[in-house]
């Protein structure tokens, strides 16, 4: 190989990166060092052929079975396919270069699951807003079961949980600093130490606004009959994953056409909004969206921090997933233990947004008619 020549894993990322996983296979075919088979196991993924994928971290990890990197993506493997043993595999993230260095505390003080009255323990979210608004459901739970604990999250969290989990002291200590507590646990890693864990454990609705006004919502018309559903179509764009599970406003046009519904303007951010959704409402917080999100009769949102939040409410939330979306959301399924009022709305194709919109727009219209008809 020439110094000018880019290998196949350069080539195949190049390629997966455009869209051609076909090719992008192709090119990484004939090779069984780890390297190549931890390639072709990330474009085995982005094709929906998680078994596949699947196999080559197992060859991995047959040849080095200290392999972090191939333990992490089996594990997320195995929990997409609904496998519990898949969160102990998780685990082995923190092992990963990219990841070690984001512990904001030593690994000799993690948390090891034990209940001790004299032992604080700090949760601490660190991953996405999404990741700590699903995650958190488990503190009132370990409470209840004499744990003394702290809860560390992002500030756009915290009157939010002031305001439906006061029970659960919020603190933020210095990065580093173990002073205030004897462990700490990244929220993402409590289920790998909860006993007979499933993920329908804690899965009623956790977060219920106490003493808030609803937000005003400026389409809002008791006069008028129909349904108020809120609309989320894009993630942030920072998100690695953003260009597959935002929607590109145009391929949205089908649902305003359904009788009887008044769309309200969930997105936040840059976003240009379609003319039907008018201008986005104006939120702080959290706490703000989550006082906006019960005043609605339903919420539609890609696969964001959104459809968390509505979910741990109990609101009926529809979620557009794209074909290959987060692990956490399984493979097939229309539902979700996570959360029993949200409903899935997955892509059958890759890139392919319009058979879920068409889903949405025919439940939309089943949904409005009645509350047309009052």
Not at 74 to 95: S, T
Not at 335 to 349: G, I, N
Request: hydrophobic share 40%.
């Amino acid at each position: 190989m020439t110094q000018h020549q880019a290998s196949p894993i350069d080539t195949a990322r190049a390629l997966l990166t455009r869209g051609h996983l076909d090719e992008a296979l192709r090119t990484l075919q004939g090779f069984d060092e780890p390297p190549f088979r931890m390639a072709r196991l990330v474009v085995l993924r982005a094709m929906g052929n998680y078994a596949a994928a699947m196999q080559e971290a197992q060859a991995v990890l047959r040849v080095q079975p200290g392999h972090s990197q191939a333990k992490t993506y089996l594990g997320m493997l195995r929990l997409h396919m609904g496998h519990a043993d898949g969160w102990q595999l998780y685990r082995n993230r923190w092992d990963t270069p990219g990841w070690t260095q984001t512990m904001p505390y030593p690994k000799a003080h993690l948390w090891d699951g034990r209940i001790q009255a004299d032992t604080t323990v700090l949760f601490w979210a660190e991953q996405g807003f999404g990741d700590t608004l699903q995650f958190v459901r488990y503190l009132p739970w370990l409470q209840q079961q004499g744990l003394q604990l702290q809860l560390q999250c992002p500030e756009p969290l915290q009157a939010l949980f002031t305001n439906t989990l006061p029970q659960l002291p919020i603190f933020q200590p210095q990065p580093g600093s173990t002073s205030a507590f004897d462990a700490h646990l990244p929220l993402m890693d409590l289920p790998s130490l909860l006993p007979n864990f499933n993920p329908a454990l804690c899965n009623a609705p956790y977060l219920h606004l106490v003493s808030a006004p609803a937000h005003k919502l400026g389409t809002r018309d008791s006069d008028r009959p129909g349904l108020r559903v809120g609309m989320v179509w894009a993630g942030r764009p920072t998100h690695t994953d953003d260009a597959n599970r935002s929607i590109p406003t145009a391929q949205l046009a089908q649902l305003w056409t359904v009788p009887g519904v008044h769309w309200v303007n969930l997105q936040q951010g840059e976003h240009a909004a379609p003319a039907p959704l008018g201008k986005p409402q104006v939120f702080g917080n959290f706490l703000d969206t989550a006082r906006c999100i019960a005043d609605l009769d339903l919420v539609v949102t890609v696969d964001t921090s959104v459809a968390h939040l509505a979910g741990a409410m109990g609101k009926p939330v529809w979620v557009l997933l794209s074909f290959v979306p987060d692990w956490r959301w399984g493979v097939h399924a229309a539902q979700t233990p996570w959360y029993p009022s949200m409903r899935l709305y997955r892509q059958q194709r890759v890139g392919d947004w319009g058979g879920a919109l068409h889903a949405v727009a025919d439940d939309l219209s089943r949904l409005s008619a009645p509350a047309l008809a009052r």
